[in-house]
């Protein structure tokens, strides 16, 4: 961080103040934000990974909770500040990572699942043998995989001894993050509030989106007990005051007001408020979601229909989501495994050595196609290579790799939902590729924006705890704070757009069959 932004309150006038803490994959972080949604203090702490077994991943949510409450004491010390000056804070989280506990010890009865854990593969395919993917499709949006945490709680029912007994009795919680970090936040054994947000809940396969409620039906199947599942609220009120533990010192009496998903909270820091407005995040792999207002849009494009948000009292904001597997990932195996650059940035130097790709298409189908084909059996490929390519024209192959996914995601969603795309807002590490962000402009045809504050996750979920306690007054008020930093509009003729793109999907189509049939 600068040292504007470690300085604290010294640029920023005098309170008050809203804290967020990010509960991500790799590391939990706290931001203290003012009125104008500026970064005031940051603090942040990664926490250790877990690989018990190949395609298995793990966190420990003591060690997680440990973190939490260091980065919250060290991001308020930073800033120079006390409880009074700190209005309300709110939560975001990684998705879908999974963990179990006892509600009288408050200790967790085994690691937490991560989201990216695959052990879950066969329990799903079980649960879909004779409808497949689809089973709970309508109800909950989301197909049967691996990544969802339904499947995760019931793998721990059965794996760990006598663990379904202790949760018929009633003395076993689930939570994702938001829910593990909340209830300890709120006093843990002495009365925390076992609650969770819409946003957290759709992504769990258990979570009705018609009803906003656990259906009961699909908990049987899936073979979760309700006992064990938080009560559903919306992603912006107050769910109970911090008390207790080191934390309670600190900052006893301060309103928990907000919890939402990592994308979801990202879509809500970039304002996307209304029908159609669209976020992008441009990390490892790239997630892109669309708000569709407040219709429910089953997708027949290979999209995760989901909750966008929910602000107390109002109707939820439903929203369809695209994920790509290999966007940011691809410049580091450029960097790291194939030795042609030696820093990340460099891509975009070597790429703008030369005009064009050359005629070469890379498709980095490293682990299979996610969206929009899903598909298991398609393996990497570089196509079109002919004596003229040079590993500059691979660079920008490589750049292009990503827009022309992201193109393929948003044809989707227009497909899905009937809107078409008009401005793309952008965050994540990749951004800061201008050549790439052209690139998405001339390719999607439609301008490319990235906010001032990059951190856009934090920021959503400070926003909805401060609307939450009336620190902001409206989304309006959340608009009016969002400054872009730049935009990039399209500079490439309809005719070279739709050449390209046709010989995209020509690549596409070669990576797909690769592996025979997979058990």
């Known amino acids: 961080m600068t040292d504007a932004h470690t300085a604290g309150i010294a640029s920023h006038g005098q309170g008050p103040f809203i804290a967020a803490i990010d509960q991500g994959t790799t590391s939990s972080r706290c931001i203290v934000f003012d009125r104008d949604g500026r970064i005031v203090a940051v603090d942040q702490k990664e926490h250790e990974q877990i690989f018990p077994k190949p395609g298995w991943v793990e966190h420990d949510a003591t060690e997680i909770w440990t973190n939490v409450q260091e980065v919250v004491a060290g991001a308020i010390e930073k800033a120079g500040i006390t409880r009074d000056d700190i209005k309300a804070i709110g939560i975001t989280n990684q998705r879908e990572t999974t963990v179990l506990w006892d509600r009288h010890t408050g200790e967790p009865v085994h690691n937490a699942i991560v989201w990216q854990d695959t052990r879950t593969d066969a329990l799903c395919r079980e649960l879909g043998r004779n409808v497949g993917q689809d089973r709970f499709r309508r109800e909950t949006g989301l197909p049967l995989a691996s990544y969802f945490a339904g499947p995760k709680a019931r793998w721990l029912l059965d794996h760990v001894e006598g663990l379904k007994e202790r949760a018929e009795r009633g003395d076993i919680l689930f939570g994702t993050m938001d829910t593990w970090v909340i209830w300890n936040l709120t006093g843990g054994t002495d009365g925390g509030r076992h609650v969770t947000d819409v946003t957290n809940a759709s992504r769990t396969l258990l979570m009705n989106l018609h009803t906003m409620e656990w259906d009961e039906r699909i908990c049987e199947s899936i073979g979760v007990p309700q006992q064990i599942l938080p009560e559903i609220r919306s992603s912006a009120e107050v769910y109970g005051e911090i008390r207790g533990g080191r934390l309670g010192e600190l900052l006893g009496g301060v309103p928990v007001a907000s919890a939402l998903g990592d994308q979801q909270a990202a879509l809500f820091g970039q304002t996307c ?50 994920s790509i597997a290999v966007t940011g990932a691809l410049v580091q195996w450029m960097r790291d495994q194939m030795g042609l650059i030696s820093t990340a940035a460099e891509i975009e130097t070597l790429a703008l050595s030369v005009e064009d790709n050359g005629g070469a298409y890379f498709v980095p189908a490293f682990s299979g196609l996610f969206a929009p084909y899903w598909r298991s059996d398609a393996r990497g490929v570089i196509a079109g290579l002919t004596r003229y390519v040079t590993k500059a024209h691979l660079a920008r192959a490589v750049l292009e790799a990503t827009a022309w996914q992201t193109r393929e995601i948003a044809d989707a969603m227009t497909k899905d939902s009937g809107v078409e795309l008009t401005t793309l807002k952008v965050d994540g590490g990749m951004t800061s590729n201008n050549l790439l962000m052209q690139t998405l402009a001339d390719v999607l045809d439609a301008p490319v924006v990235r906010p001032m504050v990059a951190e856009t996750t934090c920021l959503g979920a400070a926003y909805a705890a401060g609307l939450a306690v009336g620190f902001w007054n409206s989304t309006d008020d959340l608009r009016a704070n969002w400054r872009r930093a730049a935009e990039w509009t399209p500079r490439m003729d309809a005719e070279t757009r739709d050449r390209e793109y046709k010989n995209w999907l020509k690549a596409v189509e070669r990576t797909m069959g690769w592996l025979e049939e997979e058990e």
């Open 273 to 322: 408020f209304a029908e159609g407005e669209t976020k992008s995040t441009y990390g490892t792999g790239t997630f892109m979601v669309m708000n569709t207002g407040e219709k429910i849009i089953n997708s027949y494009s290979g999209l995760l229909t989901t909750v966008g948000y929910q602000i107390d009292g109002q109707k939820p904001v439903y929203a369809l989501e695209g």
